[in-house]
């Protein structure tokens, strides 16, 4: 089964044909332009793939916010983007009608987390979250194997912690000031030291606060959501010395609560890296792919 | 179909017989005591109602934490609890045993949602959160019309939320001291500022403190669920003009994010009291055994 993915990122569209197998055969990278631009281009690939291979399905993982009612006028449109032309835009219409193939449109991260269920880190873990942690904090979910979303899809990154004392920084979200991607995002530790993430020494104070945070907000993840795994992905998470910081901290936080082995004692498979690296993505478009096609019977 | 019902709380374990419509035929009121003597009035109750007719299941919406791992040992045992007796009692193998009855067990909070999803304020909404504001803070919510669980059941008393500048309460939790259940429940209004709450006046500040911690903890929850609706039930909710003031919270702390005007605009649809009132619970129960009937194809 041939099937086409679209990573839709802010700074670039990644564009593949993979199976459903997790194998890729072809991938291009395209800056994120304007719309017509990038979709044009999204479109001339998919058209070159088709004529070697008949393509069963799209998946797309789209940055958000972006409308994923199916019932929906602007079902597939971003809903709200500060970048410049992509306001509004509808970035699926453009695809179906030019590629006439079976979509499935999802988050981004909500994309990586099926990518992670089928091939990577969650397999054999219906329920559990994928949280990416670079420019942004984005948070995917699957619950009894499914997608989470709702009313609009989670917005993980806006949860509002609390701000520890001997923090003074104002935050970075414009929306929030302090949530949690205003406080423990790359730019927040950037702007916070006042010099790049990856420059400061596994002892700088900035990440044993930049664990606290990250703590506090899978504490209430996990409060809400139950997962039975937790990914931590992102350019941040790089920095592997977190990993066994994160967990501390989170047992701490717990306090005793949350009374299971698993997350109490041996957390070190409870709160893990994806399994797929920098592919969770892409990879996530292909298994949207072959989600639409089991769908049509294919 | 004749359905029994147990809701089985800290304080009252709640025993009825009802029907698919949602109507109760029979029903009575058991103080917990100690897990042998509760167990076995409960047992002698729905002994008795079975002369008359034929239950097909038994619901237990139970209070927790509690183990809902069919695959577990200790499957339908309380895992930690203060109250004498109950810590890792076992609530339904005795009933099991003694009724034959097909189960369907989930935290009564759960139950609680899957009631007003049946026949109250969440009916058409398949994913929304269930929360009730009393003695403690609990949340239930279904996604995708199921009851969400997954390595636990959801803890949502326990979100860990800012303490807001002007408020120096020590919080209630014996676990984490100022988490949501600890700064907004029942017993923290009435320690914060020294009477019960339900004397405390409408213009008291309390009222309105109350409300920012109950929009904190809704805006963390609505960022990681996206739920259609949120239902606030529990005594302190009875306190109805806490309603508007929550609405009005939750659009200000939000500021222009997750731009959809039934959050934003008209959120008095979104923030809404229980269809069922204090029936959720046990009406909750028996929309369990439903399910538990129909698993068995009844």
């Known amino acids: 089964m041939n099937l086409a993915g679209l990573e839709a990122g802010g700074t670039k569209f990644v564009c593949a044909v993979g199976d459903e197998h997790g194998e890729l055969s072809a991938q291009v990278r395209i800056p994120t332009t304007e719309p017509a631009e990038t979709l044009g281009q999204v479109i001339a690939f998919f058209r070159d793939a088709s004529r070697d291979t008949r393509l069963a399905a799209l998946g797309i993982g789209c940055f958000g916010p972006i409308d994923l009612d199916p019932a929906s006028t602007t079902f597939g449109h971003i809903t709200l983007s500060p970048k410049h032309g992509w306001n509004q835009a509808d970035v699926v219409g453009p695809l179906v009608r030019a590629l006439g193939l079976p979509v499935e449109l999802d988050t981004d991260v909500n994309g990586a987390a099926l990518g992670e269920y089928r091939w990577g880190a969650a397999r054999g873990f219906d329920s559990f979250v994928y949280l990416t942690v670079g420019t942004g904090i984005g948070g995917g979910a699957l619950v009894g194997g499914r997608p989470l979303h709702g009313l609009l899809h989670p917005e993980m990154g806006h949860l509002l912690i609390e701000r520890r004392e001997d923090d003074d920084f104002p935050g970075t979200c414009p929306f929030h000031g302090t949530c949690f991607e205003g406080l423990a995002a790359g730019p927040a530790i950037e702007q916070r030291w006042g010099r790049k993430a990856e420059t400061l020494p596994e002892e ?8 606290h945070y990250l703590a506090l907000g899978l504490v209430n993840l996990v409060c809400t959501l139950s997962p039975r795994r937790v990914i931590l992905g992102g350019g941040v998470m790089s920095q592997t010395h977190l990993f066994p910081r994160v967990r501390e901290r989170v047992r ?12 109490l004692v041996d957390n070190e498979e409870f709160i893990v890296p994806p399994g797929l690296g920098h592919r969770a993505g892409v990879l996530g478009a292909i298994a949207l792919a072959e989600r639409a096609a089991l769908a049509r019977g294919a």
């Open 204 to 211: 700088h104070p900035a990440w044993e606060l930049e664990a």
């Open 252 to 263: 701490t936080l717990l306090n005793g609560y949350l009374r299971t082995p698993a997350i």
